[in-house]
């Protein structure tokens, strides 16, 4: 079974930062693009940024300047460094990736447990 599981989460003042970890854990072929999404109180989730294996990346244009996706391949994980942090990011960062399992021959989405990000003003 493929776990991710996600770190780094807190409460911070605006314009502090904050540096999210994610590991896919598991019988893992292969991993393809990993990403960040979030999901504030009665708001539906977007996402946040994704990087491809190659290393291609997409962020949301709220993020843009201020946050920064990463990855080490080899580690199967996914980093999100978040700089000048604002009250409107608060929200749960879920981890997202998509693997191929080595018991199956097609890839799928998995998603962490979230983990809470508050900035205060």
């Known amino acids: 079974q493929v776990q991710l599981v996600e770190s780094g989460g807190g409460l911070v003042q605006a314009g502090g930062s904050l540096r999210l970890s994610c590991a896919a854990s598991?019988?893992?072929?292969?991993?393809?693009?990993m990403g960040w999404y979030r999901q504030a109180p009665g708001k539906q989730r977007e996402l946040v940024a994704t990087?491809?294996?190659?290393?291609?990346?997409n962020y949301a244009d709220s993020v843009k300047g201020r946050f920064t996706i990463s990855r080490d391949n080899a580690k199967n994980t996914v980093y999100l460094q978040m700089n000048r942090l604002e009250p409107e990011d608060t929200a749960a960062y879920y981890c997202?990736?998509?693997?191929?399992?080595?018991?199956?021959?097609?890839?799928?989405?998995?998603w962490g447990q979230g983990t809470q990000v508050t900035v205060s003003s």
């Open positions: 990087m491809q294996r190659a290393g291609n990346t």
């Open positions: 997202n990736a998509n693997v191929r399992p080595c018991y199956s021959t097609a890839p799928r989405d998995y």
């Open positions: 598991g019988r893992i072929c292969s991993t393809n693009v």
